[in-house]
């Protein structure tokens, strides 16, 4: 039976309302915020204590500079990454039946995904090039076989997430809410995934419309608000404006049409099958090592101490995905590449050393899904307290 946490009254279920279909981190009715909003410091605890290591880091060791940078040679692996995701979409399409399609998804697609994911998160960073532009662009095409019209929401969405870590501004944080909440109906039996890459296909095609629409009634090209809150979300309309990005809004999921109609033309249905099951899969439907990884990257790893984010050492796992495990390190000094990232706990070793690990994503999947009640609030009591608590706060404040 549902034990309930310890410092939480019982609250009824949080309505649906549309802005909040076809988004991976939907901002519930009565934590409504704008991107551009100011975040106090008691808000944001898990951002403050980055940031107060970072500082502690540099002041210890300043030749830990040297390792900030771009690199360009990113670029290379990046489009290689796609174009293979995009090639076994068409070996899937023209000599492998839907069965080894789905297979292929779950042994290769998936895993491949975690890469993309972290080579175009180098891209969002601006690590690779220095210009904006450019790294846009490779971020487009890097995430363009993930199969989610919705990734330019990302490129604003992701920053704040350094930012504001931990504040209900943070995506990171909402789709956190999402998992603790839903620990009944576990990600890795129900393809959430699934869902909202269909719901967001729904919704790009409304937005899309919108602002064919309001551009024609307007006589701009530039994409109105309405349409910008559709294909995007109502938050983050402000900091598409900050950013000069608004077209992209559009471009993005016009190429992604694009590509996905001339892969269906070029190699049938089976590509896209490929293409569609390999994000599922991604997102954690059954598969524990994705699963794992998602969990790790939501700050969901079982700690009995604050402690906001935890990386994975192992030589396999870093080696196959760009140093995707080295979190904590990334969340210290982002403008470091994913090249460097390793020399980071080597010249600062006295900041790494009382740090809890994580030892393994799929055992930190199968802990997150079969966990009793009981076992369930040892493990994650910390991650569901705390977060409920700053969400209820934050609501209360907004409300008064």
């Not at 895993?111 to 972290?118: A, K, S, W």
């Not at 939501?298 to 080295?326: C, E, I, M």
């Not at 997150?368 to 969400?391: E, G, H, K, Q, Y």
Request: net charge positive; hydrophobic share 45%; proline share 7%.
């Amino acid at each position: 039976s549902g034990t309930q946490p310890k410092g939480l009254e019982p609250r009824p279920p949080t309505p649906m309302t549309w802005r909040m279909v076809g988004v991976p981190a939907p901002v519930f009715p009565g934590f409504e915020f704008d991107i551009l909003d100011r975040v106090p410091s008691e808000e944001k605890p898990d951002s403050i204590w980055h940031r107060d290591r970072a500082r502690a880091i540099l002041r210890a060791h300043p030749e830990v500079r040297e390792l900030f940078g771009h690199e360009p040679s990113t670029a290379a692996w990046c489009v290689l990454a796609a174009s293979l995701q995009l090639l076994l979409a068409f070996v899937a399409g023209f000599w492998l039946p839907w069965w080894g399609a789905i297979l292929t998804a779950w042994f290769i697609g998936a895993p491949l995904n975690i890469v993309l994911f972290q080579l175009a998160h180098e891209c969002d960073h601006h690590l690779v090039f220095k210009s904006s532009r450019w790294n846009r662009w490779l971020f487009t095409y890097t995430s363009l076989p993930m199969f989610f019209l919705g990734h330019h929401t990302w490129w604003i969405d992701h920053i704040i997430h350094h930012n504001d870590m931990s504040a209900p501004k943070d995506f990171v944080m909402r789709r956190r809410a999402v998992y603790l909440g839903m620990r009944h109906l576990p990600p890795l039996f129900v393809p959430y995934g699934a869902f909202v890459c269909v719901t967001q296909f729904l919704r790009t095609g409304l937005g899309l419309l919108l602002y064919l629409v309001t551009s024609l009634l307007r006589f701009r090209a530039t994409p109105s608000d309405v349409s910008l809150a559709v294909l995007g979300d109502v938050h983050l309309v402000s900091g598409y404006k900050k950013e000069k990005i608004e077209f992209w809004a559009v471009a993005y999921p016009l190429i992604s049409l694009a590509i996905f109609g001339a892969l269906w033309w070029l190699a049938g249905w089976q590509a896209i099958l490929y293409l569609a099951v390999s994000q599922v899969f991604f997102t954690g439907y059954l598969h524990p090592y994705c699963l794992g990884w998602v969990l790790a990257i939501s700050h969901v790893h079982n700690r009995d101490r604050f402690q906001p984010t935890a990386s994975h050492y192992g030589k396999w796992v870093n080696l196959t995905t760009f140093n995707a495990g080295l979190h904590v390190e990334h969340h210290d000094l982002m403008g470091i590449p994913w090249q460097q990232l390793p020399k980071l706990r080597r010249l600062a070793p006295e900041f790494y050393e009382d740090l809890v690990p994580l030892s393994s994503y799929i055992a930190l999947a199968l802990r997150f899904t079969f966990a009793s009640s009981d076992r369930f609030i040892s493990l994650f009591d910390t991650d569901t307290v705390n977060l409920t608590r700053r969400l209820i706060t934050r609501a209360q404040k907004r409300q008064a």
